[in-house]
């Protein structure tokens, strides 16, 4: 369900708006839209030096300029596919065979990919939003392994009116760090837990999700992590949903350990352990085209019955016809394909190194496997303990902390966060996430180096201001 909000908050806003229970309730929830219209008046330019570096949000702009050409050198409009109805709300045509190239070549599938199993909506939130309407009734449940991406929340919650439920590690016996999260047996473990809590709390379960590549982490799964969570799913009857929209953004960092290329769940034999019917894919433009703002979002699956139960209500989040061929002329385009993702995975990889070198410099602890996504995953905990420890940092699990400790770190966390923006970088707290620990935060690198290289300073700043005042 969504976040909670007072029986008699949301009774007052029926009455004074005349709005149905479920509209009341979201009207009534702090939304961000216009914290982030405000500060997205006063962001770091060249020309606007002393703006706000925002290093908060997973986007990479460091390759607009090879889409805008590559849109810019095609016909923007053309009236007969682009002015009229076409053939209705899932999809272009055009699209859907480019990407069902696009998936064969570099999602390499174990079965090929058909134009029927593929639906175009407008971004993978919508996917998510779509596919949880689907499967869930109101009040029912969708497992997501912790730490989780934040926009999970309002795709399963504010209009289908499903419930997230994480799955934990940290109370699991021998749970030693981040890599567990990774770790097959580990997964099952963590989602068995979630599962039986669930049905204590009277959830019905009906899905597991995730992100390949990993959202805030910036790993890939391992092929038999993929596979212990798929047979998980297989065994309880559940489908399992698998956002996949960083899967051409992952590069070479050679000082991590263990990582594994990107293996998408398409690839993997999977036929005795899950239902082929029960597995559906979200992918999307927007991380590894840089095109967040053309809302183009993509759905795979092998249901029959839900690519009809989605398609009837795709009519009210169509994408639009000019803006799927823009991306169609990319996909079609092997030339500018192969350069263009090339390149992104070096400029990834820099930028990465640069975020790296300066956390290592300043002895800032870090998640260091990683290889994918746009962001590190940095350990921010001794700034709200209130002291550096010689034996490390603190432990601010959830799930150890007292009522009033846990007060005390949520409000201490927030002031940091806060205290970053005052000194001019925005930067996104663990607890957006749902971290198991407070003091995690998820710092995104894809922004020009001159305003990366002025972030972190600015960071690094706040970090010492905030050490000096103990």
């Avoid at 109370?171 to 760090?177: F, L």
């Avoid at 239902?275 to 249901?303: C, E, P, W």
């Avoid at 602890?365 to 490390?392: C, E, M, S």
């Avoid at 601010?396 to 007292?402: F, M």
Wanted: charged share 20%; glycine share 8%.
């Amino acid at each position: 369900m969504p976040p909670l909000v007072p029986h008699e908050q949301i009774d007052s806003a029926i009455a004074e708006y005349k709005l149905s229970k479920r509209a009341s309730h979201n009207s009534q929830q702090d939304l961000p839209w216009d914290a982030i219209q405000k500060m997205s008046e006063n962001l770091w330019a060249p020309d606007n030096p002393d703006g706000l570096v925002f290093l908060g949000v997973a986007e990479n702009p460091l390759l607009h300029h090879e889409v805008v050409a590559h849109i810019n050198d095609k016909p923007s409009i053309v009236s007969e596919h682009h002015l009229g109805y076409g053939v209705g709300p899932r999809g272009s045509p055009r699209l859907k065979k480019a990407l069902v190239s696009f998936i064969g070549s570099h999602f390499r599938p174990r079965e090929p990919v058909l134009e029927k199993e593929i639906l175009i909506l407008p971004g993978v939130v919508a996917v998510i939003d779509a596919l949880t309407w689907s499967i869930c009734n109101d009040s029912e449940g969708i497992i997501v392994p912790v730490p989780f991406y934040t926009g999970f929340g309002p795709a399963v919650s504010e209009r289908a009116r499903g419930v997230l439920i994480p799955a934990e590690f940290q109370s699991i016996e021998g749970y030693r760090g981040l890599d567990d999260t990774f770790a097959p047996e580990m997964n099952r473990k963590a989602l068995e837990n979630s599962m039986q809590k669930a049905t204590r709390d009277g959830v019905k379960v009906r899905a597991v999700m995730l992100t390949n590549p990993h959202n805030p982490l910036g790993r890939c799964y391992p092929e038999e992590t993929l596979k212990a969570i798929a047979q998980f799913c297989g065994h309880n009857s559940l489908h399992l949903i698998i956002d996949e929209v960083f899967a051409n953004s992952v590069y070479e960092n050679p000082q991590a350990a263990g990582v594994v290329p990107f293996t998408s769940i398409l690839r993997l034999s999977l036929e005795d352990v899950i239902d082929r019917q029960l597995i559906h894919v979200a992918y999307g433009m927007s991380k590894d085209f840089g095109a967040t703002g053309l809302r183009l979002g993509v759905l795979h699956s092998r249901n029959q019955g839900l690519i009809a139960a989605v398609s009837s209500i795709c009519v009210f989040g169509w994408s639009p016809y000019v803006a799927q061929d823009m991306w169609a002329n990319m996909l079609e385009d092997q030339t500018f394909l192969s350069r263009f993702l090339a390149k992104n995975r070096e400029i990834l990889a820099e930028h990465c190194a640069i975020l790296r070198a300066f956390l290592d410099q300043h002895n800032i602890p870090f998640y260091t496997n990683v290889n994918a996504g746009v962001f590190v995953w940095v350990d921010l905990r001794r700034y709200i303990f209130g002291g550096y420890r010689q034996d490390g940092a603190p432990d601010l699990s959830l799930r150890k902390l007292s009522a009033s400790d846990l007060q005390v770190y949520q409000d201490r966390e927030r002031k940091l966060h806060k205290r970053c923006f005052e000194s001019g970088v925005g930067i996104s707290p663990g607890s957006n996430y749902s971290s198991e620990q407070l003091g995690w935060f998820r710092i995104s690198f894809t922004v020009e180096k001159q305003a990366l290289d002025l972030g972190l300073q600015r960071l690094l700043g706040c970090l010492q201001e905030i050490e000096a005042d103990g």
